[in-house]
Every structure is written in C-alpha cells, then in structure tokens.
C-alpha cells in the first residue's frame, strides 16, 4: 500500500513539474511576441510623431500619436503583469485594472477625436447628431468606468498598505516575551 502512494506522489509530482514547465514556455513566448508588438507599435508611433512633425495642420496626429502610445503602455503592463506571474506563480489584480484604465482613458481620446470631427463641421447631420449623442453616453459610461479603476487600484494600495503596517505588529504578538 505505502509503495503505491509513493507511486502515485511521484506520478503527481512529475505531471505537476511537467505542467509548470509547459505554463513557463508559454509564458515566455507570450512575453516575447509582446515584446516584440510593443517594438512595432512603438516604431509606429515614431512614424506617426515624425510624420506629424512635417504637417502640423490638425490635431488628428497627435491623437493618433498619443492613441498609439497608450497601446505600447498598455502593452509593456501586460509584460509587467506576465513576468510576474512567472516570478511569483500568481496573478495579481492591480496591473489588470492599470490595463483596464490605460484602455479606458485611450477609448476616451478615441471617442474624443471623433467626435470632436463631427462638431467641427459646422452644421451636423442627422448622423452625426446620433454619433456626438451616443459619444456623449460612451464618454459618461467610461469617465464612470474609470472612477472605478482609480477607486480599486487606491483600495487595493490601501490595502497592502494596511496589511503591510500590522505585519510587524503581528509578528510582535507572536513572539515570546522575555520580561514575562
């Protein structure tokens, strides 16, 4: 009986190894093809700065420029979520809401350059009218959205904040008193 829990411990053990060896690879090439989107999105957002540079008749580049750069922000969050995850076998929920926040706020520049191409017509369409008025509501939806990633991200920093001040008292419960 004791040689086929042994069996069996060594079977789960091994099959455990396996499977984290398996999520590391895959975690690497994960980090690697990000890596390597965010070098692209970063070059295209080079492209886009110099190429605003040379026409600086409208605000669009710099929309387009700062839209670009978000993604890459969004990106490089993503690798700092993914390496931590290797380094410590655990998910955080910090970094995803700072990757729900990035994208937020770059929905809000993207609705905001739509719109904004729409009122600066001059008279608006019926069409037109519908987009400002659902952007309107798209704009309040995310501006709301967003309160409640700032919200958690400040709860959650408070929290480990909290957690980490009663750690030493803690430990000082725990120890034995010596003038006791």
């Known amino acids: 009986m004791a040689g ?20 590391l ?4 090439a994960l980090g690697i093809l990000l890596s390597v989107t965010a070098l692209l999105a970063l070059a295209s957002a080079a492209l886009l700065l110099w190429e605003g540079m040379r026409d ?4 669009s580049a ?3 420029i700062v839209d670009r750069l978000m993604f890459v ?5 993503i690798l700092h979520t993914v390496r931590g995850s290797v380094r410590s076998g655990a998910l955080t929920p910090e970094p995803f809401l700072i990757i729900g926040l990035i994208a937020s706020i770059r ?4 609705i905001t350059l739509k719109s904004s191409g729409v009122t600066s017509e001059g008279l608006m369409s019926i069409e037109g009218e519908m987009l400002f008025r659902s952007s309107i ?5 995310l501006g709301t959205l967003i309160l409640i990633f700032v919200i958690s991200i400040y709860l959650l920093r408070r929290g480990h904040a909290l957690t980490a001040a009663d750690a030493p008292q803690a430990d ?9």
């Open 4 to 23: 086929g829990r042994s069996e069996k411990d060594r079977a789960t053990r091994l099959s455990t190894e396996l499977f984290l060896r398996i999520e």
């Open 25 to 28: 690879v895959v975690y690497v």
């Open 56 to 59: 600086w008749s409208g605000t």
């Open 62 to 64: 710099i929309f387009l």
């Open 73 to 77: 922000l969004m990106l490089i969050e």
């Open 107 to 110: 929905n809000v520049l993207v």
């Open 137 to 141: 509501v798209e704009l309040g939806v």
């Open 172 to 180: 000082q419960d725990r120890s034995p008193s010596v003038g006791k």
